[in-house]
């Protein structure tokens, strides 16, 4: 059933609506900090709505029966490591100061859904290792770049902590990178050589 209402071209339209307009809201919301990150950064510094970006075009793609692997293997990846990020992120939030803004609330929810929507649509992606490879060297770099170049988001007091959220993040990084493989090519190699 689940994989019916996802297959359905109007339903594919809904999603790929509401995530152009989450990704314009997640790059106006970075506004303020890309104001002072030098240009080499820009596209490593707004994490999430990249991601949605990514699962953006994937669905154009899957709306007009095509596949877009490379993009493909990006989407489920960072959407899974950015959503779930975000997610543990506001929660540390509200444990440190005790409340969170009711965008924290609206940013854990969204996020949530992110990974989500990530994984749900594993089925209809055509990645290969080639692809996950490039996934994995994309979201690694990036890493790089948030934690050793010091552009990772800005999250309030949580700055403090850098360097244990840049270690959280690394293992989240290969978490995602598995989590990938597992509904993509395993299951695509599953479903070839059972008989």
């Known amino acids: 059933m689940i994989q019916y209402i996802l297959s359905q071209k109007p339903f594919i339209l809904l999603l790929i609506i509401i995530n152009l307009f989450g990704t314009l809201y997640g790059y106006w919301w970075y506004d ?3 104001q002072q990150t030098p240009a080499l950064y820009y596209i490593f510094v707004p994490d999430s709505p990249t991601a949605s970006l990514f699962f953006t075009i994937a669905l154009i ?3 007009f029966n095509r596949n877009a692997p490379y993009v493909e293997a990006l989407a489920i990846v960072t959407l899974f490591k950015y959503g779930v990020w975000a997610v543990v992120m506001n929660v540390l939030t509200l444990m440190e100061a005790g409340s969170l803004h009711p965008t924290g609330y609206m940013l854990i929810l969204s996020h949530g859904a992110m990974a989500l929507e990530g994984i749900l649509y594993a089925r209809f992606y055509k ?3 080639r692809h996950l490879i490039f996934a994995g060297v994309w979201t690694l770099h990036n890493d790089v770049i948030d934690y050793v170049f010091e552009q990772m988001p800005i999250y309030g007091r949580l700055m403090d902590s850098m360097n244990e959220i840049g270690y ?28």
């Open 32 to 34: 303020f900090q890309l």
């Open 127 to 129: 990645i290969k290792w």
């Open 61 to 63: 793609f899957i709306w």
């Open 168 to 195: 959280f993040t690394f293992w989240l990084s290969i978490l995602s990178l598995g989590i990938a493989y597992w509904f993509t090519i395993r299951r695509q190699s599953k479903t070839t050589y059972t008989y």
